[in-house]
């Protein structure tokens, strides 16, 4: 059982801002997001583009965000709980028990969910008997590449992961890749090297095909792929791999008996806290009158949940207000010595 | 303000006077027409808001800029008519547009 101040769920600029702010007041965090690494959206979405509208910082990119913010809150030592969603939540008297989906539990005072749009899940086939192969001979991400040693492997997309998989594993495995169009958005050195051993029938190349049905008793046997004028080639396949990226799901937190109005949770303005004493929302998952889903709004939204946050953890100390330019304590706790 | 027709999966057809300059996806997120979930919130960063235009404006659209067709390939059950209703201003040449609404966006 971890025992923490705040438990912040949700590791994107908003996220880790509010670590910061809950350190500069003296209180502990931890924080908890799906994906293998910092930064949320920014990280996964556009991780080299620029972004104009931070306060201060005139140009920066995705990724130079997330890792100015990892070194604000380097002096705070916050644990990262990265690869785990947040599964279940229980209130225990005063505290809240909260569990994540690789059973890692946590007895906090408050909870932040600074879950940005959900947590991030891939995007899977739209047909249907996919669902019975998924984890078996049908998989989003691979976690074992082994398994594929000389299989019949059918690779569906067209962006870098897709390319990089095809690419790899057609040294030891026999490869179709499969995507909707001519024009692939991998690197442009991935679809020279894809086209090449197209060329020299080390893969299989079929584009403007999507999947049509796949079928096999308890693994797959055949995958159908129908092309755009309605052909439809049925190929024999091991296994098949789907990379269509990510989409965010809100997943469990719809479930926590929250205020939800399309897919956003309300809140109120003076310290971001839910109609659930002890839950406050900050960042692009919560909405009140005026919300704009700006970076910098998340962060002042963290600042106030941060502060909201406070009369869970110390209910017998009065918070004060400081400047970290003149307070002692703050700057104690940000390790700064002189 | 032009007639922006919108199909949804339910067979309802929703058809809302949209202010120009506005997008097709601002158009239905503020008229509650569901099915445009609009994650990323016009960044074309997400593909949720992927829409089947009716072929016959298909050609009277404005081109797909980059990027439009890369996450394309990431919307659900994409088809030679979709396009991101993010990326479609609305204006006079837009007026009496349809675009039908996918059974779902992920």
């Known amino acids: 059982m971890n025992k ?49 509208d931070i306060p201060a910082v005139p140009e920066c990119t995705g990724e130079e965000l997330t890792n100015n913010l990892l070194k604000q809150i380097k002096p705070f030592n916050v644990k990262f709980h990265l690869n785990e969603r947040v599964e279940e939540i229980k209130k225990n008297q005063n505290r809240w028990h909260v569990k994540t989906s690789a059973g890692v539990e946590f007895d906090v005072a408050a909870i932040v969910i600074a879950g940005g749009v ?28 082994s398994i594929f040693k000389d299989k019949t492997i059918s690779i569906f997309g067209g962006g870098d992961s897709a390319l990089d998989w095809a690419i790899e594993l057609s040294n030891t495995s026999k490869v179709n890749l499969i995507h909707r169009r001519d024009g692939f958005s991998g690197a442009e050195a991935s679809v020279q090297k894809l086209k090449e051993l197209n060329d020299q029938g080390k893969l299989n190349l079929f584009t403007k095909y999507q999947m049509d049905s796949v079928s096999g008793d308890k693994q797959i046997e055949y995958v159908k792929i129908k092309h755009d004028e309605g052909e439809i080639k049925e190929i024999k396949s ?69 502060r909201g946050c406070f009369k869970y953890a110390k209910p017998d100390e009065k918070l004060r207000f400081e400047f970290t330019t003149t307070s002692k304590a703050a700057q104690e706790r940000l390790g700064i010595k002189k | 303000m032009a007639k922006i027709t919108y199909h949804t999966h339910d067979n309802k ?35 949720t808001c992927h829409v089947y235009v009716k072929e016959e404006w298909l050609d009277k659209l404005p081109a797909k800029e980059d990027g439009e067709e890369d996450m394309l390939d990431m919307a659900f059950e994409p088809k030679n008519n979709s396009r991101l209703s993010c990326q479609l201003i609305v204006s006079d040449e837009l007026d009496g547009l349809e675009v039908n609404i996918p059974s779902k966006q992920g």
């Open chain 1, 118 to 145: 959900g947590s991030f899940e891939p995007r899977k086939f739209s047909v249907k008997e996919c669902e019975k192969f998924e984890g078996n001979s049908l998989f989003y991400s691979i976690k074992d590449k």
């Open chain 1, 4 to 52: 923490t101040d705040v438990l912040i769920i949700g590791a994107g600029p908003t996220g880790l801002f509010c670590a910061h702010q809950l350190g500069i007041i003296g209180l502990t965090c931890e924080i908890v997001d799906n994906l293998d690494k910092a930064g949320g959206q920014c990280i996964e979405l556009y991780p080299d583009k620029p972004i104009y």
């Open chain 2, 13 to 47: 057809t929703h058809t809302i006077d949209v202010q120009k300059g506005l997008t097709v996806m601002e158009g239905a997120i503020q008229n509650d027409i569901p099915g445009i979930d609009a994650d990323c919130g016009g960044g074309m960063a997400c593909a």
């Open chain 1, 238 to 306: 091991d296994y098949v791999l789907g990379f269509f990226g990510l989409i965010m799901q809100l997943g469990p937190i719809l479930d926590w008996g929250l205020n939800i109005d399309k897919k956003t949770v309300q809140v109120n303005t003076e310290n971001f806290e839910t109609n659930v004493n002890g839950i406050f929302a900050i960042g692009d998952i919560c909405s009140y009158p005026g919300k704009l889903k700006l970076i910098l709004s998340g962060f002042h939204e963290g600042a106030l949940a941060a």
